[in-house]
Structures are given as C-alpha cells and as structure tokens.
C-alpha cells in the first residue's frame, strides 16, 4: 500500500502543480491513495506567500474533488479531500468553520509558527541565531501538543519540524518526545512519518526514529506524506518512511478518509 497523505497545490503560491496534476503524478508514481493537503487560508496579516487566499478555499475543494472524480474514471489512485491546517490563535473556529463546509477526508495539524515567528522559512533562519535552540524546541512541543489537544486534526504534521535547520537542543529530548506521544494517543490523533526532511539540510525524514518509537509504545496510529509542493515530489521515498516505521516497530500504517482513522497492514497493495 502506498499512501501519500501530504501533497500541495500552486494555489499556496509556494508550490507548483495543480490538484489534477498532483494527482497524476501520484498515478506515474504508482501510489494508491493520495491527498490533495494545501494550507489552509491563515488570517489576514500572515505572508500571501504561505497559503491559498481567504477567497480560494471554493475553488481549491471543487478543484481537488474533480481531479478526483477524473482518477476514479481513469482507474488511477483514490484521490482525497485534505487540508493542511496551521494550529494558531483562534484556529478552532478557522479550522472549525472550513470543515464544516467542506467534506474533506483529512485534516493535517500542523505547527509553523511560534508568536508570529515561521521558524521554518529559510528567509527568516537568522532569528534562529538570536535565541536558544532549546527554547526554541520547548515552546514548539508545547505548541504541538495544544494543537493535537485540540480535537481539530486527523494528524499532526512533520511533527518535529523544529529540526528542519539541524538546530538541537542542549539537552536530552525523549521527553518531549515522549509527552507529544501520550498526549497523541490520548487525542486520537495520528502522526505522520512525512519524507520532506530528507530534502531540507536536516536531511532526515520527520520525526525522528527515537520520536516515532516513542509514538509506537503509545500506540500512536501513523499517516506517511511527501509534503509534496512540486508533481516530481509526490510519493517522495516512501520507501524510507516505510524503512523507518519498520524500524519502531510499526507493521501497519494508517489511511484517513472521511476524517475517521483506517489501518492497513505494511505491504499490502490495493491495485
Ligand atoms: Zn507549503
Ligand atoms: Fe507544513
Ligand atoms: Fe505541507
Ligand atoms: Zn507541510
């Protein structure tokens, strides 16, 4: 089974590919299941750079539920309905509101930003240097495990992309890792093995081993994502996601569809 629940769409303006064409490289890929994940639209104030406008959520579900119809028709790979939603200040009622409206199958959580700040955006690595990495990496997990407590998500996205630069903290982090699993499993809420890092200077795919291993003794369900902003990134080494979850012990891994939690046994292919 090979499943990429995390692929982007030009309409974020930082990512090429239309859903169609996200999806039809999800076919050249051999994938059997795929979801169209954009940002979600971030309040006004945010970089247009980051996410569809306010006004193209409409456009963007119409957009992803045609090019799934056309893989259904085509016989490619199931095609569905994700967003990628960033947790912030008034996120219940954004997030809320948008999937209320819309019929989508996923909802990815995810953190970006801390008080303002895109720790991820390599325009804005120099703030980095201006404070302690360790920091840093507390506020983050504090951030996520708000976010996975807050019912809103499916999945919590490239769940320690605070990485993403190589910048660690000074100390031991298995219990922040260990405290992000419990509350994980305690929400319900999947994590995802996301193949992105193996492309970002960190150079090794979110989260971690020592991370997902921890996810695994909580009994954390897991979804795997190329983060793909690019059609030549869909499906983007599976292989690897696949290695690493065998690794912390995994043997199945998990669809959503519908915003309800479906595992499958590793190595079973559907088509
Ligand atoms: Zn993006
Ligand atoms: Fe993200
Ligand atoms: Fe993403
Ligand atoms: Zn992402």
């Known amino acids: 089974m090979r499943v990429d629940l995390h692929v982007h769409t030009s309409l974020c303006r930082h990512a090429e590919g239309t859903a169609a064409e996200m999806a039809e490289a999800a076919r050249a890929a051999g994938l059997d299941v795929v979801a169209i994940t954009d940002h979600l639209p971030l309040p006004p104030g945010f970089d247009p750079g980051y996410a569809m406008g306010a006004d193209e959520l409409e456009a963007y579900v119409s957009e992803v539920l045609v090019a799934a119809e056309g893989m259904r028709s085509a016989g490619g790979p199931e095609v569905l309905l994700g967003i990628e939603a960033d947790w912030l200040p008034g996120a219940e009622e954004r997030v809320g509101d948008a999937v209320a409206a819309y019929p989508f199958d996923v909802v990815l959580g995810s953190v970006h930003f801390l008080d303002g700040w ?17 920091d ?11 976010a996975a407590r807050s019912g809103l998500f499916d999945a919590m996205a490239h769940p320690d992309l605070v990485k993403k630069f190589g910048h660690r903290p000074g100390f031991d982090a298995l219990p922040l890792y260990e405290e992000a699993a419990s509350v994980f499993a305690g929400a319900g809420v999947a994590v995802e093995v996301n193949t992105a890092g193996l492309r970002k200077p960190v150079g090794e795919a979110y989260p971690s081993l020592d991370f997902l291993a921890a996810c695994r003794r909580a009994g954390v369900s897991v979804v795997t994502g190329s983060d793909a902003h690019h059609p030549l990134e869909v499906g983007f080494r599976l292989d690897a996601a696949e290695e690493l979850l065998r690794a912390a012990g995994y043997e199945s891994i998990a669809v ?9 046994p590793m190595g079973v292919a559907r088509r």
């Open 118 to 134: 895109a720790f991820d955006d390599p325009r804005l690595a120099g703030e980095w240097d201006r404070r302690d990495a360790g």
């Open 136 to 146: 840093v990496w507390r506020a983050y997990f504090g951030r996520l495990c708000a």
């Open 256 to 264: 959503v569809r519908g915003r309800r939690i479906e595992e499958i």
